[in-house]
Every structure is written in structure tokens, then in C-alpha cells.
């Protein structure tokens, strides 16, 4: 084998063994964060009502309603979120777009400069600067990198966050719900299930981060339980005063 074709075959080890996973792709964020919320809040509603000893229907009723009006409002959020922010990059997009038209000379000296400060020789970085403002495109995405941290091309998307935000909202919120839809009476189906699910959801988003899965998971599962012990206990007092 020639050295060419080693160098290649290296070059291609490298990469396969040497990717990410996308971190600024929009989904995993609303994702995680609407299943917990949907989990813990709508738990946490279901054990406040089923604590002022009402009847199984009114607990159903409960839970579904939380589970639309949490579903709608978590997807909202997260659109008008999300648009906003690419909203906000859009217009300093514009803002650097409109330099780099007026004043490419000092645009072309200020990312040399930056290079300079980065440790790059001065007469190397100069010509690097030259060469990649060549283009206006290139020159607008380099820039946007450098200065405001963010890549033109790969902005979330308003849609994406809000259509996982509903789903993995709506998803946890069914949890707690489930067994009283398939006829228990009794809270303690729908507890177990839904503490379930929050340890589960801890323990799959461990996967995608540097926390333990067990850690991840108890962790989870202890703010659930907390939050369903807390509310409990006030529909249990509420339910008395106003019996």
C-alpha cells in the first residue's frame, strides 16, 4: 500500500471514530424537557386532585385536560422561544452582512486580528483573512462563528421544537392518566408508573450526556416523587377544608 492510500485509510479510521452528535440540532432540548415536565406536572396535578378524594372520573377528566392544555402551551412556548431567538440571529446576521458589504477591508483586518490573538502569526493570519473573505458567504459564516458563536447554517427550528415539545409533553402527560383510563380506581397504578416513567426518562437522557444512568434516573425520580408528595398532601388538606 502507498503511503497516499495509508493516509487516506487513516484519515477515514479518524473520522468514523471521531464524530458528535448534533448538540444544536433543536429537539433534544423541547424533547427532554416537555416528557419531564408532562410526567411531573400532570403527576403531580392527578395526585393533588385524587388527594381531595374525588371520584376516578373526575381524576381522568383531570389528567386529560392537563395533558391538552400542557401539550398546546409547552408547544407554543417553545415556537415563539425559538422563533424569537433565530429571529434575533437573523437580524445580527444582517447587521454583519451589511459591514462586510461597506467595510470589507476592516472586516478582513478584524478577523486577522482575532487569528493574531488566537496565537496565529501576523503575516499568516493576514493571509488566511484574505483568502476566506473572498467570498461573501464564507466570509459572513466565518465571521459569525467567530464573533457571535453560532453557525448561519444550522439554526433550530421553531417547528421541530415546537412538534417535540407537544409530542414528548402530551407522551409523559398520558403516563400517570393510563392506568385510570384502563380502570383503576385506586392512585397508587398510576404513581408507580408515572415515578417509572421519570426514572426511564432519566436514564435514557444519560445516553446523550456525561451523568451515570442510575444518578440520572434517581435523580429524576426523586423530584417527581417530591412533587407528587407535595401536592398530595394539599389537595388532602384542601379536600378537608373544603369538604
Known amino acids: 500500500m502507498s503511503i497516499i492510500d495509508t493516509e487516506a485509510a487513516l484519515h477515514e479510521a479518524h473520522r468514523d471514530n471521531h464524530t458528535h452528535r448534533d448538540v444544536n440540532g433543536g429537539w433534544l432540548r423541547p424533547a427532554v424537557f416537555g416528557a419531564m415536565d408532562g410526567l411531573v406536572s400532570n403527576l403531580a396535578l392527578i395526585t393533588g386532585v385524587a388527594g381531595g378524594s374525588v371520584a376516578p372520573g373526575t381524576i381522568v377528566l383531570t389528567g386529560l385536560a392537563g395533558l391538552a392544555a400542557g401539550a398546546f402551551s409547552m408547544a407554543a412556548g417553545e415556537y415563539t422561544s425559538v422563533a424569537s431567538q433565530r429571529e434575533l440571529v437573523q437580524a445580527e446576521l444582517d447587521v454583519e452582512?451589511?459591514?462586510?458589504?461597506?467595510?470589507?477591508?476592516?472586516?478582513?483586518?478584524?478577523?486577522?486580528?482575532l487569528y493574531v490573538s488566537r496565537g496565529v502569526e501576523?503575516?499568516?493570519?493576514?493571509?488566511?483573512?484574505?483568502?476566506?473573505?473572498?467570498?461573501?458567504?464564507?466570509?459572513?459564516?466565518?465571521?459569525?462563528?467567530?464573533?457571535?458563536?453560532?453557525?448561519?447554517?444550522?439554526?433550530?427550528?421553531?417547528?421541530?421544537?415546537?412538534?417535540?415539545?407537544?409530542?414528548?409533553?402530551?407522551l409523559g402527560a398520558l403516563l400517570p392518566v393510563l392506568p385510570y383510563?384502563?380502570?383503576?380506581?385506586?392512585?397508587?397504578?398510576?404513581?408507580?408508573?408515572?415515578?417509572?416513567?421519570?426514572?426511564?426518562?432519566?436514564?435514557?437522557?444519560?445516553?446523550?450526556?456525561?451523568?451515570?444512568?442510575?444518578?440520572?434516573?434517581?435523580?429524576?425520580?426523586?423530584?417527581?416523587?417530591?412533587?407528587?408528595?407535595?401536592?398530595y398532601v394539599l389537595g388532602n388538606l384542601f379536600g378537608t377544608a373544603l369538604g
Open 181 to 231: 383510563l384502563l380502570g383503576a380506581t385506586a392512585l397508587w397504578p398510576a404513581l408507580v408508573l408515572a415515578l417509572l416513567g421519570l426514572f426511564l426518562c432519566g436514564a435514557v437522557v444519560a445516553k446523550v450526556t456525561a451523568r451515570s444512568w442510575w444518578f440520572s434516573g434517581l435523580r429524576q425520580l426523586a423530584l417527581g416523587g417530591a412533587a407528587a408528595g407535595v401536592t
Open 97 to 113: 452582512r451589511r459591514e462586510l458589504r461597506k467595510h470589507p477591508k476592516d472586516e478582513e483586518k478584524e478577523l486577522a486580528a
Open 122 to 170: 501576523y503575516g499568516l493570519a493576514r493571509e488566511v483573512a484574505r483568502q476566506l473573505s473572498k467570498d461573501p458567504e464564507q466570509a459572513l459564516e466565518i465571521h459569525a462563528r467567530e464573533e457571535l458563536g453560532i453557525d448561519p447554517g444550522d439554526l433550530p427550528s421553531p417547528t421541530v421544537a415546537a412538534v417535540s415539545s407537544f409530542g414528548s409533553f402530551a
